[in-house]
């Protein structure tokens, strides 16, 4: 069993065709494809290319996985243009990309497709692994190996799981934490609890790298549920057009 | 110095008069409040007043915030759907019952305050609805603590009181990266402590009496204050007042009205 | 008459005793009996919701191979009683023992009553009744006749969060004092449990019925709630139960999750997960 984890597309049609490309190049037949989110954006060369990209998640060709779907933060944006959320008018995105950005957004996404972004996943529990775009603490956190240690201990805990995979940060890294010790004492109005040594197990946070944010690479992960096995793949295409390039180079990365 | 730091209150204006004369008592210099001074209770405007005329700082917490901007809490921030329907219930009777002034006050409650090492907060400093309960897991109680730069963290928001203290704490971080070669680092982290200051108003330890916390600056010493009050005539005025009769119940027994969250580090996106 | 079987000995046991004494659970230790046919009537269930009576559908949906009869079908089959047949007659306490239409037959008559009441020396209106004492809960007989109120709530699925504080509450006596609590609840992961409660007897007791899981749409199967007390304020307590019921919408939503999960339990069965080590000292 290989699962292949990738994030952030965020309408680049190109490089998620090259990330294709690449897995039925493997030599290890890939199980699963998981997509955590950020499948829109404005990395599409035309227009069209954040419906496209859906299209192409909705409707795999013959033989091709059917991708699991989980909303990220450029899916939440949606949401919040199209009053399908708490919050409207999508402030996050007016902050984070203009005025401009709002309105390429709001053409380029339909109300269709946005409700089918609606209804895909929160985040994936399989085995000892969550699957997610930014954490359990929301879809815009960004966990990265600079986080405070601390912080990363706590998005852990709350995973409720041994390997956190998450795509915010667009990185790929992978963050081994091992909670060694803390004692704690609590006195409630029944007087002191006994103290407890609380010790965990290594357990890590995996950046699942971005397919579409830069463009001309391509990142994303490998990973064996049997065998722990982790690997990052960065695949290079051509950046101008998104015909399939003759000479797409693709190099893998195995952390130890 | 002495600091009394007292939390939801949530209308008990008996409850405060007797919390706030045991104060005097134990000649704390000054008093804070972690929120909810409304909602259940049949007093909420006499409440606010007192907090205010006694110029007591206050954060808001998740009820005075509902007061504010209209009940946008999602049903998932309630334990059980009976909860949500009594919690309409004492939201639409407090929603009419309130003085538009009070609102306003209610308005300008900050969401932390700090004083020096010390921070007070109504549920964390992530969410007035998460509950930080002394079972929580130790590092994640810790985290909430560093999240504020501060030694001491005061909440409320359980209803029951405690001091959790956290020592003697070490993680380790390996990273590896494609762009760097693999890097290991240790923390420790020096001793931290929650401080959980009950309710005044609708205690939930199994009997009737209003808790808070005295807390010593020097000493850096906690004590768990239980007081008792006539608390026959908060539910005499909880029916009187044409609140659901089960809140003067519950009240009685030292049973909240609002039971806790299946998940109560749950924090919900809406 | 006719035979009632070959040995000669009655095949007919009425039981009686205070509510909460444990009648049903009495008789339920002769109810796997496969050797004769099993019959069991609770009489004067009376009121228009004799149908949900807690009694009756506890013994037919836990032994269902034991004929549930009502008051109509009584007479018929206690005259004609197939050979061998064993009938378990549930005498309620609202019931004047004197004046039971069944003390002319020829048949056992058990009264379970407190232990302290069980010795011959004692005297009680079960000693003059019965030919034979049971002790059973050590629970106070009330002195005064208490009240009886019976809920209707088939198709009803609860909430079970909400479900959990309305039996403290019901139990704690939020709704004036109870001796005894009975009941049959659908959940909405498709099972119905049997909930047990004697006011003297600690805590409440939560018995999962072995039934066929109902996820598609609202039950059909009968459950309800018995409460016996006094001054019982009865609209109070419909309005939390009514409060603690789900909603149409969320009943689906539920369903279809366990559904879904039922389906994937079964088949990730062979999987084997990694647990996560843990130690707290």
Redesign the interface.
């Known amino acids: 069993m290989q699962w292949a984890i990738l994030s952030g597309i965020e309408g680049n049609l190109a490089a998620y065709e090259a990330v294709l490309k690449d897995l039925r190049q493997l030599r290890q037949l890939v199980t699963e494809l998981y997509v955590l989110g950020d499948v829109v954006g404005l990395q599409g060369k035309t227009e069209g290319d954040n419906e496209a990209v859906i299209r192409r998640l909705r409707f795999p060709g013959a033989g091709e996985l059917k991708p699991q779907v989980c909303v990220g933060w450029w899916e939440e944006q949606c949401f919040s243009l199209h009053g399908m959320s708490g919050l409207p008018d999508a402030p996050e995105l007016m902050a984070a990309v203009g005025g401009d950005g709002v309105k390429a957004m709001w053409e380029s996404v339909s109300r269709k497709s946005v409700q089918w972004l609606r209804s895909q996943h929160f985040g994936f529990h399989e085995f000892d692994c969550l699957l997610i775009h930014g954490s359990m603490a929301g879809y815009a956190d960004e966990l990265t190996p600079e986080t405070p240690a601390i912080e990363l201990c706590d998005r852990l805990i709350r995973a409720d799981a041994n390997h956190l995979f998450c795509g915010r940060s667009g990185r790929t890294f992978e963050c081994w934490v091992t909670p060694a010790q803390l004692h704690s004492t609590v006195t409630t109005l029944d007087g002191p609890q006994p103290t407890q040594d609380q010790s965990k197990s290594p357990r890590r946070i995996i950046g699942v790298g971005s397919v579409g944010r830069n463009p001309g690479e391509a990142t994303y992960t490998l990973y064996s549920p049997g065998s722990n096995q982790l690997s990052f793949r960065s695949v290079n295409y051509k950046k101008a057009n998104y015909r399939p390039a003759k000479r797409e180079k693709a190099k893998g990365f195995i952390p130890r | 110095m002495k600091l009394a730091v007292i939390s939801c209150i949530h209308g008990n204006i008996e409850a405060l008069d007797a919390v706030l004369a045991d104060i005097d008592t134990q000649k704390a210099e000054e008093i804070y409040c972690l929120g909810d001074l409304v909602g259940y209770g049949p007093y909420p405007n006499e409440v606010v007043e007192k907090i205010r005329s006694r110029g007591i700082p206050s954060c808001q917490g998740c009820w005075d915030e509902d007061i504010v901007d209209g009940l946008n809490a999602c049903e998932c921030s309630y334990p059980s759907q009976l909860a949500e329907y009594r919690g309409h219930l004492a939201h639409e009777w407090t929603d009419k019952e309130i003085h538009p002034e009070v609102r306003e006050y209610l308005a300008t409650l900050p969401i932390t305050l700090k004083k020096d090492n010390l921070c007070f907060v109504h549920g964390s400093p992530n969410s007035q609805h998460e509950y930080l309960l002394p079972s929580m897991d130790g590092f994640a109680a810790l985290e909430r603590v560093l999240a504020t730069d501060a030694d001491v963290l005061f909440c409320g928001h359980t209803h029951v009181p405690y001091e959790r203290k956290l020592e003697n704490a070490a993680l380790s971080v390996k990273v590896n990266a494609v762009e760097s070669s693999e890097t290991e680092q240790q923390f420790q982290v020096p001793l931290k402590r929650i401080i959980n200051a009950g309710s005044v108003g609708e205690p939930r330890h199994g009997r009737p009496n209003a808790t808070y916390i005295i807390y010593d600056t020097d000493a850096a010493q906690v004590t768990l204050r239980e007081v008792e009050y006539d608390y026959e005539k908060t539910c005499q005025a909880i029916i009187d007042k044409g609140l659901p009769p089960i809140f003067a119940w519950r009240l009685a027994k030292g049973m909240e009205f609002a039971e806790l969250a299946d998940d109560p580090t749950h924090v919900c996106e809406r | 008459m006719s035979d009632l079987n070959p040995l000669g000995t009655p095949g007919i046991t009425l039981v009686a005793g205070p509510p909460g004494i444990g009648k049903t659970t009495w008789i339920s230790q002769f109810l796997s009996d496969s050797n004769h046919p099993l019959f069991y009537l609770c009489p004067g269930a009376g009121t228009e919701t004799s149908t949900e009576a807690i009694d009756r559908l506890r013994v037919g949906y836990c032994f269902p191979q034991v004929t549930v009869i009502d008051d109509s079908q009584a007479a018929d089959l206690l005259m004609n009683l197939p050979n061998q047949a064993q009938v378990y007659i549930e005498v309620g306490f609202h019931l004047d023992l004197a004046a039971l239409p069944f003390n002319e037959l020829p048949c056992r008559k058990v009264a379970i009553v407190p232990p302290e009441l069980a010795q011959l020396t004692a005297q009680s209106e079960w000693h003059s009744w019965a030919n034979e004492l049971v002790a059973g809960n050590n629970i106070q007989a009330p002195n005064n006749i208490p009240e009886f109120r019976r809920m209707a709530l088939t198709g009803q699925v609860f ?1 079970p ?2 479900l ?3 039996l403290t ?1 019901i139990t ?1 006596g ?1 709704y004036g004092p109870v001796i005894r609590l009975k009941g049959i609840f659908e959940l909405p992961d498709g099972q119905a449990f049997y909930i047990d409660f004697v006011e003297g007897l600690e805590g409440i007791e939560y018995t999962e019925l072995k039934l066929v899981r109902s996820l598609k749409g609202r039950p059909t199967r009968l459950s309800g709630l018995e409460v016996v007390g006094h001054s019982l304020q009865q609209t ?1 307590m419909a309005e ?1 139960l009514q ?2 019921c ?1 909603s149409d919408e ?1 009943l689906t939503q539920y369903q279809r999750q366990y559904r879904q999960h039922y389906k994937a339990a079964q088949s990730t069965d062979d ?1 084997t ?9």
């Open positions: 909430d969060p909400s959990e504080v309305l509450e704690g939020a109070a939390t409060a603690s789900l969320l999987k997960t990694n647990q996560t080590e843990e130690s707290v000292a």
